[in-house]
């Protein structure tokens, strides 16, 4: 158990509709990145919060937006979604700003299908 | 752009056998190299990690080596086990970066 909690585990939606997927990040992590999994392109980090601020944005869709919470949470909210949007959408943690100070602690997922 | 380039897609080893995965990579300024290891259902969970001021790093059965002139590291699983059946993430990083380049992953099946 990696100490990050993902909800929901599976969702199930059609096109055109918007979906909110949560994250809570370990106890003491600061930071929040959003990574989007298929299996053609592998993992791709979508965003990254630090501390409630928006710290790094990668290949993000202008119809995604994501925050984090005074309480450390964050959100990733999907709108006017599309059948290619289908992915298992990944939330990970860790105590400081930079990957490259420690590792990043996975949730296991929001399978995210859309019909 | 795929900023790490990893191979094979899927690898099938007997147990006991040596599991080898390679990437590359063209940024030269990254200088953390983590893999992460992911079971079915899972979330990628960290292995092992190397910086560039070392050739070889190895942490029990699992060895990471990294060729800094052609811009190649490689995880080599030795004594390879059933348990071992994973998904293998190469990945890289700059100090002071916000974002880790994941490589597209590498399904490991050890047969017994």
């Known amino acids: 158990d990696s100490g990050v909690t993902q909800t929901p585990k599976h969702l199930i939606t059609a096109t055109g509709q918007r979906v909110t997927l949560r994250c809570s990040p370990r106890?003491?992590?600061?930071?929040v990145y959003w990574y989007q999994q298929s299996l053609d392109q592998g993992l791709q980090f979508l965003i990254q919060?630090?501390?409630?601020?928006?710290?790094a944005k990668g290949n993000i869709l202008e119809r995604f937006s994501a925050q984090q919470f005074p309480d450390l949470h964050s959100e990733l909210n999907l709108s006017s979604l599309e059948l290619g949007d289908s992915a298992l959408y990944f939330c990970?943690?860790?105590?400081?700003?930079?990957?490259?100070?420690?590792?990043?602690?996975f949730g296991e997922g929001s399978r995210l299908t859309v019909l | 752009q795929q900023q790490v380039k990893q191979s094979p897609q899927s690898l099938i080893v007997q147990k006991g056998g040596i599991s080898i995965i390679n990437c590359a990579y063209e940024?030269?300024?990254?200088?953390?190299f983590p893999w992460y290891q992911q079971f079915p259902g899972k979330g990628p969970a960290l292995l092992i990690a190397?910086?560039?001021?070392?050739s070889e790093k190895k942490e029990g059965r699992f060895t990471i080596s990294f060729n800094k002139s052609a811009k190649q590291f490689s995880l080599h699983i030795m004594d390879s086990q059933p348990g071992d059946s994973a998904t293998y993430f190469c990945?890289?990083?700059?100090?002071?970066?916000?974002?880790?380049?994941f490589g597209t992953g590498t399904r490991l099946t050890v047969i017994p």
């Open positions: 940024n030269t300024a990254f200088d953390y």
């Open positions: 190397i910086r560039p001021d070392v």
């Open positions: 106890s003491g992590d600061l930071s």
């Open positions: 990970a943690s860790s105590v400081g700003e930079a990957t490259t100070t420690g590792e990043l602690f």
């Open positions: 919060y630090y501390n409630g601020e928006e710290r």
């Open positions: 990945a890289a990083s700059k100090t002071g970066a916000n974002n880790l380049f």
